[in-house]
């Protein structure tokens, strides 16, 4: 399974994108929509320009391979 993030910067302050992912791979594991974490061989954070992700939000790709 390969996983994208793209995420909106809230504000300006400095923010390391990778503490992003924790989080919400766990929601997804949470919420049963993958079943386990481990199964993830690849994942992709990026900051996306406020034209494509409102600030403070996530768009997470799911693709099973």
Same mark, same amino acid.
């Not at 910067?9 to 919420?31: E, G, Q, S, W, Y």
């Given at each position: 399974?390969?996983? *994208?993030?793209?995420? &909106?910067? +809230?504000?300006?302050?400095?923010? %390391?994108?990778?503490?992003?992912?924790?989080?919400?791979?766990?929601?997804? /594991?949470?919420?049963?929509?993958?079943?386990?974490?481990?199964? =993830?061989?690849?994942? *992709? *954070?990026?900051?996306?320009?406020? %034209?494509? =992700?409102? +600030? &403070?939000?996530? =768009? =997470?790709?799911?693709?099973? /391979?």
């Amino acid at each position: 399974m390969s996983i *994208t993030i793209s995420a &909106g910067r +809230p504000d300006r302050r400095r923010r %390391d994108a990778d503490n992003i992912c924790k989080a919400a791979i766990d929601l997804l /594991v949470t919420h049963q929509v993958i079943a386990d974490d481990s199964l =993830v061989r690849t994942l *992709t *954070t990026t900051w996306a320009s406020s %034209d494509d =992700v409102a +600030p &403070g939000r996530l =768009v =997470v790709e799911l693709k099973y /391979v």
